[in-house]
């Protein structure tokens, strides 16, 4: 081979369409389309979901409802006045109530008005609750160990119903005013614990003028017996001797009121509750009652 036809050969493989001493070379492979990404139906991705969850949870029962006719047992102690529902629950978690002739523990086991419920040995009535508002007059009483001598309140709801209702406090005889009665054992309890969040008014009536500065000690609040009271407010009532006066706590304990004013040196003549909790005298005249509307009872059950 001579060196011309070695240029020659080396030539051919550099100009186009050329060949080589080791042949044609491959053109490179086209790459693959790729088209886009198929998304799973939604019908799959909920199918998915619905597995995973039965995955996470097999066998399980789901929750019943409540039904119409059917209440918590701890309501159903509670309605029938032995309790509270708290308490109730307390009595259920120790054994002492049976449903049908069966000992129940479980929290929120629902019965029904025809199921036959034993507490701590006694059959119980559930009862509707009911609310009623007396505008009480004087010489009677709340008591039942004054005697004789003194009628109790109990007599003028007379007739009322049927239901077995208690006073929510105490009222001596000489004491008038607004009185609430009720079968609901929750609200007696709660309007008549130590720390009160409802406001009562009550006119005050002193055997003398009281003192602008014995006001004024009584309006910063006062030590009796070891024990601070406060009022709200504290006036003399406008158009009326300095002897009549206005008083507003929270306390639903009578005897409280007539300790302040003793304790400065007045007889206290007379006691008027003239607003219990937000609710008023109007068109209520003395002795006469009256049952409490759906909107009055939702107002203490918020209180």
């Not at 978690?93 to 040995?121: C, I, P, Q, R």
């Not at 304790?263 to 003239?274: A, F, K, M, N």
Request: charged fraction near 30%; charge should be positive; include cysteine.
């Amino acid at each position: 081979m001579n060196k011309n036809e070695g240029g020659n050969r080396r030539n051919a493989s550099n100009r186009p369409g050329g060949k080589s001493s080791f042949g044609k070379s491959k053109p490179p492979l086209p790459k693959r389309a790729q088209g886009p990404k198929k998304n799973k139906p939604a019908s799959f991705k909920a199918a998915d979901s619905a597995s995973e969850k039965t995955d996470k949870k097999p066998n399980q029962a789901p929750k019943r409802q409540k039904a119409s006719d059917e209440m918590r047992l701890n309501k159903y102690i509670s309605n029938s006045g032995v309790c509270s529902r708290r308490d109730a629950d307390i009595y259920i978690k120790s054994g002492n109530v049976k449903v049908n002739g069966v000992t129940v523990t479980e929290m929120g086991y629902l019965v029904k008005a025809t199921d036959v419920v034993n507490f701590d040995g006694a059959l119980l009535t559930p009862e509707k609750k009911e609310y009623i508002l007396l505008n009480k007059p004087k010489n009677f009483t709340t008591s039942l160990d004054e005697g004789f001598e003194h009628r109790n309140v109990s007599e003028l709801l007379r007739g009322a119903t049927k239901s077995v209702l208690s006073p929510v406090g105490r009222m001596d005889k000489n004491t008038t005013g607004l009185l609430l009665f009720t079968n609901d054992t929750d609200m007696i309890r709660k309007f008549t614990i130590p720390n009160q969040k409802s406001s009562k008014i009550y006119q005050v009536s002193l055997d003398k003028n009281l003192k602008f500065e014995d006001l004024e000690k009584i309006g910063k609040g006062m030590m009796i017996e070891n024990h601070r009271v406060n009022v709200e407010e504290i006036s003399y009532i406008d158009d009326e001797p300095k002897s009549e006066i206005g008083l507003k706590l929270r306390t639903a304990n009578v005897k409280v009121v007539r300790h302040i004013f003793e304790h400065l040196g007045y007889d206290v003549l007379r006691i008027d509750r003239v607003v219990f909790a937000g609710l008023t005298k109007k068109n209520l005249p003395r002795g006469n009652w009256r049952f409490l509307t759906e909107q009055e009872i939702i107002n203490l059950k918020n209180i």
